[in-house]
């Protein structure tokens, strides 16, 4: 049988369809790391973690803040039932970075191992975010975004 030379892409959260498409390659934020995937990948279920996703088409990628949910792999066809997904245009870089600053002073301030998660999962969604936007003109800008991680590793 022939390998199949597209896949169709397919990312849904529980309110609405964010992407069918034709596509060359997808990234994925597996929760075991980043899962490459071209036309004709074996079949695969992958949990999802807090990350940024892109797809190709052609020359032109389109990235996605996504955070937790299943990826279904096929070789002509990758499903991503995502809990949250935002296309980088629909993200507010000033609520991120407010986000940011929240899950900061939570992550210096803990009391426990749950609070902890939770901070450390804000963190993360905010800084995913910070980066996505950062791909699109008029997005978050570059310096911010360093400046933001820097702030968060102190
Ligand atoms: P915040 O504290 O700013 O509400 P959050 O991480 O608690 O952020 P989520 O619970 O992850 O927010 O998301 C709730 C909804 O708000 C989702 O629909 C998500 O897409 C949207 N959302 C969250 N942050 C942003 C943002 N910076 N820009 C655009 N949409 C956002």
Not at 24 to 48: F, K, N, R, W
């Amino acid at each position: 049988m022939a390998l199949p030379t597209h896949i169709e892409l397919q990312i849904v959260t529980p309110d609405r369809m964010i992407v069918q498409e034709q596509v060359d390659e997808v990234e994925i934020p597996g929760s075991e790391g980043y899962l490459g995937v071209l036309p004709g990948h074996t079949p695969l279920l992958a949990s999802l973690t807090v990350g940024e996703l892109w797809y190709r088409k052609g020359q032109d990628k389109v990235y996605l803040s996504i955070a937790f949910g299943f990826a279904e792999v096929l070789p002509d066809r990758v499903t991503i039932l995502a809990r949250i997904a935002e296309r980088a245009e629909d993200i507010d870089p000033a609520r991120a970075d407010a986000a940011l600053q929240r899950a900061r002073e939570r992550v210096a301030h803990v009391a426990g191992e749950v609070d902890y998660d939770r901070a450390r999962v804000a963190l993360m969604k905010s800084l995913t975010r910070l980066q996505v936007s950062a791909r699109v003109p008029g997005g978050a800008r570059v310096g911010e975004l360093k400046r933001a991680r820097d702030a968060g590793r102190g």
